[in-house]
């Protein structure tokens, strides 16, 4: 099932939070289990998608440090990636929240950028470490030069404003190429790899 179904549910249900909880445990888990098997993966960083409702949720970064403790991991080693919409909906308790996982050593990520309406005087405040740019733009990077404008111009206020950049949705040597020589630093797409399980993407760290 596609998260496009069952997200939405989850998020009007309240179902969201235990999802994010259970997620981001066994993504802590598996992640100290790779760092174990992979001796030159001991600087692998796990990014967890995370509702906005956590924001209002008492206990969210008791849980967060208990999850950290258990795993034997520190808040450098997590990066927690919320939605541009969702931030903006909540920018002011965004803020205060990022505060508060900064003191813990947590990056943010903000996901599907350009999909909302980012205010960027907000955006300055967020001090987020990393913007990811939605696929709706890099897919459409080929079709016309304005396209190629608009990312170089994210690109650019982002590392203007010291973040890092990831493309979603790559699918083409093409994107990729194009995404290189905009300054971008990370991607993601099937251009890169589909989807895969952590026993398949055990295999695949194996071969790196």
Known sequence: MSPQEFIPFAEETGLILDIDRFVLRRACQQLQIW????EKMRSLRMS????AKHFTEPGTFDFIQKVLSETKLTGADLRLEITETALMNNAN???KMIQKLKTYGIELSIDDFGTGYSSLSYLQRLTAHVLKIDRSFVMRLDEKPENTAIIGAIVGLAHNLNMIVTAEGIETPQ????L???GCEYGQGYGISQPLNAEAA???LAQI
């Open 175 to 178: 994107q990729l190429t194009h």
């Open 180 to 182: 290189r020589l905009l």
């Open 93 to 95: 308790m965004a803020i």
């Open 48 to 51: 967890v998608n995370f509702s």
């Open 35 to 38: 760092r174990s098997q992979f």
């Open 202 to 204: 055990t295999a695949f």
